[in-house]
């Protein structure tokens, strides 16, 4: 099987900064996407930014500028650098990759999700 593990996130004051990382570990053949998704109480799961194995990355329109996602392939890890944190970037940070790994003899894709990591911005 493939895990997820995330590691950052906590408590901060608006303006501040924080830096999360998820590292992938299993019976990886290889990873395409990897991102990380946020859900604050009360509302839907959203997209924060994501990250192929190329490096083309895409952002949700409300961190663009102020957070960046970045990739080491040869770890497995994703990480994200969070700058000028407001108050409504509080929310439970989820890690998700989308995997190919070995399945018997059969390399078959598998999109997995982290535990989650809660970042708390509060004045």
């Given at each position: 099987?493939?895990q997820?593990?995330?590691s950052g ?13 998820c ?23 959203e997209l ?14 409300s961190v ?5 996602i970045?990739r080491?392939?040869a ?14 970037d509080t ?21 997995y ?7 708390t911005?509060?004045?």
């Amino acid at each position: 099987q493939v895990q997820l593990v995330e590691s950052g996130g906590g408590l901060v004051q608006p303006g501040g900064s924080l830096s999360l990382s998820c590292a992938a570990s299993g019976r990886i053949f290889s990873i395409n996407a990897m991102g990380w998704y946020r859900q604050a109480p009360g509302k839907q799961r959203e997209l924060v930014a994501s990250v192929v194995s190329g490096g083309e990355t895409n952002y949700g329109d409300s961190v663009k500028g102020r957070f960046t996602i970045s990739r080491d392939n040869a770890k497995n890890t994703v990480y994200l650098q969070m700058n000028r944190l407001k108050p409504e970037d509080t929310a439970v940070y989820y890690c998700n990759a989308d995997v190919k790994r070995w399945y018997s003899a059969t390399l078959i894709s598998s999109n997995y999700w982290g535990q989650g990591t809660q970042v708390t911005v509060y004045s």
